[in-house]
């Protein structure tokens, strides 16, 4: 069995112990040190680290398992590593962030299925490897929770679409809601601390930023600095006032990110001071009128609560009875004014507006929000488009050349071609193939028609004149096409 040592500076971590693969004697074993620098190793006498997950920040996780139960069950186990050379003030303030952690875990986490259950919370007192002298070393322990965070499953999969992150919304909104009406602020909502599980559910993790409010009229507390920068609101990163809508504007900074795969940094334009999200995806109506309120700079414009934000997004809305009885009472006005003559006509418009109310609806459902459906995954901003024009004009060049050479100019050529280009224009339209991939790609396919004297009938300037001239005639077409879509888009 392996044994991973959880002393931050053991030159070799992993020990092999193979009786601890016999079940009984695993449970029944006296503890034991690391081979390299004599770190007990099953802490607290139960639990054994056998892999390290992550390292940073004030601590490290490992992953572990339980030998007083019965399927060893897996946990997570965290160390207090504060990293750096740390003053006093500094060193406290984390450790009385990890402290935190395990107090607000053992306090929330077993009322909420969605926030891990605390295990354990111990010290373990070792000497030091080059002097000798006493150490502490901090752990808490909790459930583990198998799956991907969604910084993880956003690098894995890609954007998200609307669907999924109105799903992801509505999770955290509800475990929000949960730890707000406790009288808690977790301050770091990012998508590297929510975890779905293989099952599906959501989790929110990572509760050593967790704020307690004061039990006074007014939800609010000063920040201490602790956050994420690019999801944290303004009120926060200055140290200021913070409130649970600090929570919903990170939540709402996470969600863009997951609709657009963008950074928050490259979706903020500071010169204006304002996000510019919507060049990049395309949704409905109601998810960008609340994410939009949700990112406000001034926490009295944004929603007050995660229950507001529930019910912009679910409820149905009933503005459109008003529209309707609204022109009612002023169509009813024209006939007064019945003795001047003048306006004889007036009694044949009647009619007219007695129909206009059942059109009416027609024009106002298209505003209610409720029309999720719209894809997002395949919008593309104007740089992106002519980027991809050229890759694809570059790409056609060289495949004309060298089907050219190969099989000379004939149906069957080019109809391999229009298959090629055809394959690569959808790669690009799902977005299988973006960004740093064109110029790797295009580096490659070039190099294969200059290196390859079959695949070319031209000498290396004609290739290269070729497929330049046919990467600016598909950005030139591109630009055309893109004119003539936003002159009808304008007109319509």
Known sequence: MEIHCTRPDCARPLNVFSDLDDRNTLKTAQQKYCTACGMPLILAGRYIPSKLLAQGGFGAA??????????????????????????????????????????????????????????????????????????????????????ENLEEELERKGQFSEAEVTEVLVEILTILKFVHDRGSIHRDIKPANIMRHRNGRLYLLDFGAVKQVAATATPKTRSTGIYSLGFAPPEQMAGGQIYPSTDLYALAVTTISLLTGKSPQDLFDSYSNQWNWRGYVRVSDRLEGTLNRMLQAAPALRFDSATEVLEALTSTPTPTPTPISTPAPTTVQPPTPAPIPAPTPTPVRLPTPAPTPAPTPAPVTPASPASPPVATGTSFSTLQLLSSAAFTGFEGGLFAIALGSLLGISPLSTGIWGLMVGALVFLQYRRWLEGKDLPIVGGLTLALVVFIPALRDYNLGSVVAIVLLAGLSAVAVATLFRLIYRLISSVL
């Open 62 to 147: 490992y992953l572990a398992s339980d030998r007083y139960t019965p399927t060893m069950r897996p946990c997570l186990v965290k160390q207090f590593q504060p990293a750096g050379d740390l003053t006093p003030d500094q060193l406290e303030t984390a450790r009385n962030l990890f402290d935190r952690e395990a107090e607000v875990l053992e306090e929330l986490g077993s009322q909420h299925p969605q926030i891990p259950n605390l295990l354990a919370n111990f010290q373990i007192t070792a000497p030091t490897i080059a002097t000798g002298a006493v150490k502490d070393f901090f752990y808490l322990v909790q459930e583990f929770i198998d799956g």
